[in-house]
């Protein structure tokens, strides 16, 4: 699986941008997928995570501002960021595995994408 991960930007605080995270290869509707941010000086964070059953997971801090969604038919995860904050600033990294385990504890993750960054200024 190859993850292609697009979307990032400058944008101003209250604004908003839709990441996109283009999967190929087969199966891609097994996978748990995710979407990880890093900012500078920080460690990477799972910020959102979709299992393929549709539940999801959010990180405190985006709560009711990201929404993560999937379209298995064009093995595609999007991750729509509304109400951007200048603290949201970081490269932003799509993944996926089968255990969503993997993508909590951040680590024995199969697949990554490259990043976009998302700037957020004030």
């Known amino acids: 699986v190859q993850l292609q991960a697009c979307g990032g930007g400058l944008v101003q605080a209250g604004g908003c941008l839709r990441l996109?995270?283009?999967?190929?290869?087969?199966?891609?509707?097994?996978?748990?997928m995710g979407w990880f941010r890093q900012a500078p000086g920080n460690q990477r964070e799972l910020a959102a995570a979709?299992?393929?059953?549709?539940?999801?997971y959010y990180v405190d801090s985006v709560k009711g501002r990201f929404i993560m969604s999937r379209d298995n038919a064009k093995n595609t995860v999007y991750l729509q960021m509304n109400n951007l904050k200048p603290e949201d600033t970081a490269v932003y990294y799509c993944?996926?595995?089968?255990?969503?385990?993997?993508?909590?504890?951040?680590?024995?993750?199969?697949?990554w994408g490259q990043g976009t960054l998302v700037t957020v200024s004030s």
């Open positions: 993944a996926a595995d089968q255990e969503y385990l993997h993508l909590s504890v951040g680590r024995y993750i199969d697949y």
């Open positions: 996109s995270c283009a999967a190929s290869g087969r199966a891609f509707s097994r996978y748990v």
């Open positions: 979709m299992t393929s059953g549709g539940m999801t």
